[in-house]
């Protein structure tokens, strides 16, 4: 049977071309040795691939803060994900915490969001005084979004960071008007996610006392219980109408307590 044979570029030099091929040569020069990654923060096995990838990425030289088309860094992904020993390393690497999405939301409104003290904890030591109540597009602070979302830990670090416990400056009505949202205090938020679930809401946010406990600590660092909502309503009135009577009897006592002589 005829046995078919590669062709050759030599021709009938072919076998020779191709031992020539397999002798060791030294070939190009070496690459240059792959950079050092720093020291790796501590972590947990699930996270340790991502970590590496970062840390390689940061020695090589990558941009850190480069945006995405929504104007969100790698820093507020980390922290909107929860994930402290990122935000850790990020941070290291030269991070901007004070750096703005479209929606005017910093890595520390994204951690709060997420109900991640740890991260909150190592974003507020590399803010500036008053950042931690920097107002987004809906003007919230990031304690605003921890107790909406029945956050006490990370309501907690918060607070203990300097963030203002009644809120921010309150916005005009033409602001909230164009963007179809309402504005209210943390106190009225820390109620809010205790009330009974809405139509396509399936429970409430937060349990009872998980609502009264934000109460209690807002009112410890001094929130202002009298300060209205935008529809005009106080702490308290929010509070009976969710039907929360353990963070009710709190505000019912705080009033009292502000009430003029």
Known sequence: RPRHRAPHAGGGRGRAACRLNLTPSLGPAPAPPRPVAPPLPPFTPGVAGELRVAATLLAAGAAVDLPS???????MLAASAARPAMVALLLRGGAAPRARDANRWSAL???AYAGCAESAALLLPA???GDAAAQDRW???PLCYACFGGH???AVALLRGGAPPSGGKRPRAAQLE???NEWSTPLHLAVQAAAPPREGQAAPRATAEVAAELVRRLLEAGADVRRLDQ???TPLQEAEAARC???ASLLREAEQRAAPP
């Open 69 to 75: 088309p929504s104007h969100a860094t790698a820093l």
């Open 109 to 111: 409104h994204h951690a």
């Open 127 to 129: 803010l500036s005084h």
């Open 139 to 141: 003007a919230r602070t």
């Open 152 to 154: 006490v830990a990370a």
């Open 178 to 180: 164009r963007f179809r």
């Open 231 to 233: 529809r005009g309503r």
């Open 245 to 247: 009577e353990a963070a």
